[in-house]
């Protein structure tokens, strides 16, 4: 099946240093990528929309300049949380869209999260 | 804008016992409803898919069914047993469109 490799699962940093996460599709072509943040329980909640080869569209109230996205291919996305501090501390999951084959329905498959810890 | 919600927010039940979850979303016009299951601190695993067409979906002791017009949509599992502990995520999208959520049901079975 459609598998998406989510890296770090976990990361630990200082209070305004940035951290990179990795989101690759390893048997398919993501052409839409979506990022989403859970905060402890919570729900998850979308941060942005990402299309390949585009700019991310952001959800109401997420600060684009500080969750930069970047889908320069079609098998991988990032998410660089900047200058992180301590409230950006939460549970980051990637998903990618698949597309429906042979007159199926859209489906979505999920990384397994990074649990970012901002200290 | 569209809203899921899960009741209840957490259940205990004893091991053996069939239980039921429920889901509700405002927007009537969904492509899909996912059933999700999500263990603590792990990312997620989908258990069943609805399309906007169907009525139910059915895997092992887990059968969804969905009643579009009321915005609902229902989990049953049947036979619970320990490890069926998690929480249980609702999510609804249009066609082509990020998946939404609900807050999840946190699901314990004691043995």
């Known amino acids: 099946g459609a598998v998406v490799s989510q890296h770090p699962s976990r990361v630990i940093c200082k209070s305004g240093t940035s951290v990179k996460i990795e989101c690759r599709s390893l048997d398919f072509q993501a052409t839409t990528m979506f990022w989403y943040r859970q905060f402890p329980k919570q729900s998850l909640m979308l941060m942005a929309t990402?299309?390949?080869?585009?700019?991310?569209?952001?959800e109401q109230g997420v600060e684009k300049d500080k969750f930069l996205i970047n889908h320069a291919s079609l098998t991988l996305s990032t998410l660089t949380v900047t200058s992180a501090h301590p409230e950006d501390s939460s549970f980051y999951i990637c998903?990618?869209?698949?597309?429906?084959?042979?007159?199926?329905?859209?489906?979505?498959?999920f990384g397994s999260g990074t649990r970012l810890t901002v200290v | 804008k569209q809203e899921v919600t899960q009741i209840p927010a957490a259940l205990s039940v004893p091991e053996g016992e069939n239980l039921v979850l429920n889901c509700s979303f405002t927007d009537s016009a969904i492509y899909n409803l996912q059933w999700f299951r999500q263990d603590p601190g792990k990312g997620l695993t989908s258990l069943l898919l609805?399309?906007?067409?169907?009525r139910e979906q059915t895997s092992g002791r887990l059968n969804a069914s969905l009643d579009k017009s009321s915005g609902r949509s229902t989990l049953y599992i049947a036979a619970s047993q320990p490890g069926d502990s998690a929480t249980y995520l609702c999510?609804?999208?249009?066609?082509?469109?990020?998946?939404?959520f609900g807050k999840g049901t946190t699901l314990s079975v004691s043995s």
């Open positions: 999510a609804v999208n249009q066609a082509g469109t990020a998946l939404i």
């Open positions: 609805i399309q906007s067409s169907q």
């Open positions: 990402s299309n390949e080869g585009s700019k991310a569209t952001y």
């Open positions: 998903s990618a869209r698949l597309l429906p084959r042979g007159g199926g329905t859209y489906g979505y498959t």
